[in-house]
């Protein structure tokens, strides 16, 4: 379920190294999930998407790996620079209006990236 | 393109004032609508959605309420604001049926930073 009275987790990391941000989700009928990106001050915007038909996804530099056996899905991010410190949220679908689905967010993560 | 726009930015009201937050969004028809809080450092709270023009559901009970007279139109609104209604509102627009776009998908505005004092 929705995490929202808990402090984000975070990840720091050094500018050039890969980052992997981790997220539990709950419901096992979800279907399709997608990544996040929040900047400080602004709205959050889609990096990454996956379905639940598929293990792996490439982007440029971002990865999405899904397990659906233990419900875990990650984010990797190559060679990691400053632009990237945010806030990254996992979102799973939990069921459908009108064919467009509710999305039930993760907690976030909130990733530092140190030059 | 889609845009969607949000105000004001920011807001500081005193404790007991109403509220009215705006969003509109712009080059859709009939998008799904969703209004979230983020309080600081927390992760996204669910408010309201809608589907259509006066349909409203509601996610979580409290002072606010929500309605959109318009089809690209949300508003935010309450009567009397408390101090725990504080936080980041963010507006969010997805394609229904009959988008063109990967439906899955939320769009997000900018957001309102409001503060109750």
């Known amino acids: 379920g929705e995490s929202v009275g808990l402090h984000l987790p975070t990840l720091s990391v050094q500018e050039g190294d890969n980052s992997i941000i981790n997220c539990a989700y709950s419901?096992?009928?979800?279907?399709?999930f997608i990544w996040y990106k929040q900047e400080s001050g602004k709205g959050p915007q889609f990096i990454i998407d996956?379905?639940?038909?598929?293990d792996k996804r490439q982007g440029q530099r971002v990865t999405v790996l899904l397990n659906k056996t233990v419900k875990h899905l990650s984010l990797q991010i190559a060679a990691t620079q400053p632009g990237d410190s945010a806030v990254y949220f996992c979102?799973?679908?939990?069921?459908?209006?009108?064919?467009?689905?509710?999305?039930?967010f993760g907690r976030g993560t909130s990733l530092i990236v140190h030059p | 393109s889609q845009t969607i726009h949000q105000w004001p930015a920011t807001l500081v009201q005193p404790v007991g004032s109403p509220l009215s937050l705006e969003c509109t969004v712009e080059?859709?028809?009939?998008?799904?609508l969703y209004w979230y809080r983020q309080a600081a450092g927390r992760g996204l709270q669910l408010l309201f959605y809608?589907?259509?023009?006066?349909?409203i559901s509601s996610e979580v009970p409290q002072n606010l309420s929500a309605s959109r007279p318009q089809d690209r139109q949300f508003i935010l609104s309450s009567k009397k604001l408390l101090l725990s209604d504080s936080g980041f509102y963010l507006c969010?627009?997805?394609?229904?049926?009959?988008?063109?776009?990967?439906?899955?998908?939320?769009?997000f505005g900018p957001g309102t930073r409001l503060t109750v004092t």
């Open positions: 969010a627009w997805s394609p229904g049926l009959a988008g063109g776009h990967p439906f899955y998908e939320q769009y």
């Open positions: 419901n096992s009928a979800s279907d399709y």
């Open positions: 996956i379905r639940s038909n598929m």
């Open positions: 979102a799973e679908n939990r069921g459908s209006i009108r064919g467009s689905y509710i999305p039930t």
């Open positions: 080059g859709t028809s009939n998008p799904n």
């Open positions: 809608s589907v259509g023009i006066g349909q």
